[in-house]
């Protein structure tokens, strides 16, 4: 019995496992297409919905074409991307989408405050390289991927006013203006309060943990290892209200491009104020409970900070109540409830 020469045999190899490539190639490309028609006869079946509906009652705001068509690529898009640079995993891909289709179809400006700011800006933000050695990595997500649980601890509250958003005045832009929108105002403040709270609590995690200040607990103001939860710095309050800030810039300017009649209503400046307020007090509420409920503790075998307790764990600070996530979604509510009703007593009048 002849043997085959090991180069036939590593030819045959060789063209099986670039024929086995290209299929996945195939496969992967073609998996794209039938979910992105699938998305977009969905997404032409609820607006078909919507317009019987608007039809029939004669009261319902109809959803045009084009929104839901905007609403269903553009979140698509930078969903893809996020997953593709690795920022997110297969279901934080999706849970991105959900959420970016709720909040582009209810209104543009909700739209760019957390597309842009979260799958873009903040993207690279949680790609800054740490210096410091005795910081767990997986505790702040920092060159991670991010999991459908985070983007709805981040997003969850957003999407969920968006709904309430466009039951109360349907989907559309609207300035805001407590003498005209009450309800819709308060809606549109509550959502920019959640996105600016979690942008400033993000930029203050990760900005203020790049830097080489040992920050201080807020409980106690004694300084603890970097990465602690409710370690505060400067430099982090400070990054906290310039990404507020940013959140309120973004929705500015989405009122300046989108609503039509800003001419005859309340000025639309104390937006980008009280986002940075959001930013700032989203930051801080975030600190003190994670001082107080979420664990902390120095790992005396490998000199780096942990969120849960172990035999080598020296207790820093907090109980083992709440996680990371938890967190997030507490302080988004609370800054969601409170900034309207700062806002309502101090917003200037059309």
């Known amino acids: 019995m002849t043997k085959k020469p090991a180069s036939n045999c ?38 078909i919905v919507s317009m019987t509906a608007s039809t029939y009652y004669g009261t319902l705001r109809p959803i045009s074409p084009w929104r839901w068509l905007v609403s269903i690529l553009i979140p698509l898009i930078i969903a893809s991307r996020g997953f593709k640079k690795k920022s997110l995993d297969h279901s934080g891909a999706i ?39 005795n910081l767990c990595l997986p505790f702040l997500y920092i060159g991670g991927q ?23 005045s349907g989907p559309g832009e609207i300035p805001i203006d407590f003498s005209k929108q009450y309800t819709a105002s308060w809606m549109c403040l509550s959502l920019l309060g959640a996105l600016a709270c979690c942008a400033g609590d993000t930029w203050a995690s990760e900005i203020g943990t790049a ?16 990465g602690t939860n409710g370690g505060i710095t400067l430099v982090g309050l400070i990054s906290s209200l310039l990404g507020g800030t940013s959140v309120g810039v973004a929705y500015f300017i989405s009122q300046l491009m989108f609503v039509n009649d800003l001419d005859i209503s309340a000025p639309q400046w104390p937006i980008i104020v009280f986002g940075g307020m959001a930013g700032l007090l989203g930051s801080i509420t975030d600190s003190y409970l994670g001082a107080t409920m979420q664990y902390s503790g120095l790992d005396t075998s490998t ?18 109540i709440l996680d990371n996530n938890a967190v997030n979604l507490f302080s988004s509510v609370v800054i969601a409830l409170l900034l309207p009703g700062a806002a309502w007593g101090f917003w200037p009048r059309g």
């Not at 830097?211 to 970097?226: F, G, H, Q």
Request: with cysteine; charged share 15%; aromatic share 12%.
């Open 146 to 168: 991010r999991t459908w649980v985070q983007v709805f601890c981040n997003g969850g509250v957003p999407a969920e006013l968006a709904l309430l958003y466009m039951i109360e």
């Open 10 to 47: 590593l030819g045959l190899s060789m063209i099986l496992f670039s024929w086995d490539d290209s299929n996945k190639d195939y496969f992967k490309m073609m998996t794209n297409i039938i979910i992105l028609s699938v998305l977009i006869c969905i997404s032409l079946s609820f607006w």
């Open 211 to 226: 830097m080489s200040t040992e920050p201080r607990l807020i409980t106690t103001w004694e300084k603890v290892p970097v």
């Open 95 to 133: 849970g991105g989408l959900v959420v970016g289709f709720i909040l582009t179809v209810a209104n543009y400006s909700f739209f760019r405050c957390h597309l842009l700011f979260f799958f873009c800006v903040l993207s690279r933000i949680l790609h800054i390289k740490i210096p410091h050695k």
């Open 303 to 320: 000199g780096m900070v942990v969120n849960h307790q172990t035999k080598d764990a020296k207790h820093i600070s907090g109980k083992p």
